[in-house]
Structure formats: C-alpha cells, structure tokens
T-cell receptor
Framework: IAGITQAPTSQILAAGRRMTLRCTQD?????MYWYRQDLGLGLRLIHY???????GKGEVPDGYSVSRANTDDFPLTLASAVPSQTSVYFC?????????????FGPGTRLLVL | GQNIDQPTEMTATEGAIVQINCTYQ??????LFWYQQHAGEAPTFLSY??LDGLEEKGRFSSFLSRSKGYSYLLLKELQMKDSASYLC??????????WGAGTKLIIKP
C-alpha cells in the first residue's frame, strides 16, 4: 500500500539519550517534512527536504538533525533528548516542493522524554 | 509576524451545517489549506484555495478572501464521522505552511 510509514509508533526515552525517528515513503515524492504537534499549538515545521541530497531548517530546528540520502527515507535525529521534545512527530511528503502541493502525512510517532 | 487564528472548539448537530472560520497573516501568501485530523490520527487533505471565492467538493466547501485574510470551511449534512479537528494552514512566501492550532468539531446526535 502506497504511503508513508513512521517508526517507532511510540517511545519513552530518558533525557540525554540519542534517538532517531524513521520515515519512509514509497510515492517517489521529492519533498519531505518533519513536524511536531503539541497540544494547543499548530503543527510546527522542524526540518524539510525539497529533494534528495538537500535539507533545510524549519521553524523549530534546534536539537534536531535530518539527512536525505535518497528519495524514500528522511530520518529525524534527536542528539540528546530533553523533556521539551515530548511531542507527536509527523513526517509528511509532497510530490514537489511548492505552495500548491498537497502534503501527505505519516501516522506519527508519540515521544515521551523523561 | 505570521499567525493563523481559528476557534478552539465548535459543537454542531448531526445533519446540520457548520462554518469554521480562519484568519491568517503570513509573509507573502501562496494559498490556504484545510486538513482534517481525527483524534490520534494523521492530518488528511481537504482543500486548497489560492484564488478568491468558493470551492465546493461534495459536502465540504472552502472559501477564501485574500483582501480580508479570511477563509472558512463549510460542512453540510453533518455526520458523526465528521467529528474531528480541522486545521487551517497558510502557505507563505517561502512556500512553508503556517498552521493554526485546529478547531475541534464535536457533532451531537
């Protein structure tokens, strides 16, 4: 089934630990995105990639890093987790990077940092 | 600054019509999206407006007024499955989406 998968579904993490959230899409979309969603706030863009081999910083990039070695995969790494990074993380993709492009979202990863 | 405002919560009755409003301020403007998000699930695309006017898609319609920085999502013939959060997002000059916090719509029988 075409779409976006994320792993893990949920995770409890000790503060200070390193964690990589995985995201894979099989739609051959060029653009991919990482958002975090917190109660009472809108989705906030962490990092994005307009095409394989390129990445950019979003609204809230501090404490996170990404890579885009190929079209399908866009992992998000927390180098040293802090409790404020407790959130629901959504990966998304669009066919192209552009304002009119519909973004398709993965099921999310629920992360609790203690 | 960039900002999207929408009501936090609305309640409506099954079979009725509801209008969810959204006002936006973005650096530049490249369109307005509406997404639906059921509790515990991912957002899914509903509509995109870049020109003024009403776009109708089945029971759902979306309206845009660029001069007023205003949009609304109109849901007709409400069904219980329409209970969800509705997210408004504006595309800015860098083509990034600025998201509202979402409007939680509660449908009562």
């Amino acid at each position: 089934i075409a779409g976006i998968t994320q792993a893990p579904t949920s995770q409890i993490l000790a503060a200070g630990r390193r964690m990589t959230l995985r995201c894979t899409q099989d739609m051959r979309h060029n653009a991919m995105y990482w958002y975090r969603q917190d109660l009472g706030l809108g989705l906030r863009l962490i990092h994005y990639s307009n095409t394989a081999g390129t990445t950019g910083k979003g609204e809230v990039p501090d404490g996170y890093s990404v890579s885009r070695a190929n079209t399908d995969d866009f992992p998000l790494t927390l180098a040293s987790a802090v409790p404020s990074q407790t959130s629901v993380y959504f990966c998304a993709s669009s066919k192209l990077a552009g304002a009119q492009e519909t973004q398709y979202f993965g099921p999310g990863t629920r992360l609790l940092v203690l | 600054g960039q900002n999207i405002d929408q009501p936090t919560e609305m309640t409506a009755t099954e079979g009725a019509i509801v209008q969810i409003n959204c006002t936006y301020q973005t650096s530049g403007f490249n369109g307005l999206f509406w997404y639906q998000q059921h509790a515990g699930e991912a957002p899914t695309f509903l509509s995109y407006n870049v020109l003024d006017g009403l776009e109708e898609k089945g029971r759902f319609s979306s309206f845009l007024s660029r001069s007023k920085g205003y949009s609304y999502l109109l849901l007709k013939e409400l069904q219980m499955k329409d209970s969800a959060s509705y997210l408004c997002a504006g595309a800015d000059s860098n083509y990034q989406l600025i998201w509202g916090a979402g409007t939680k719509l509660i449908i009562k029988p």
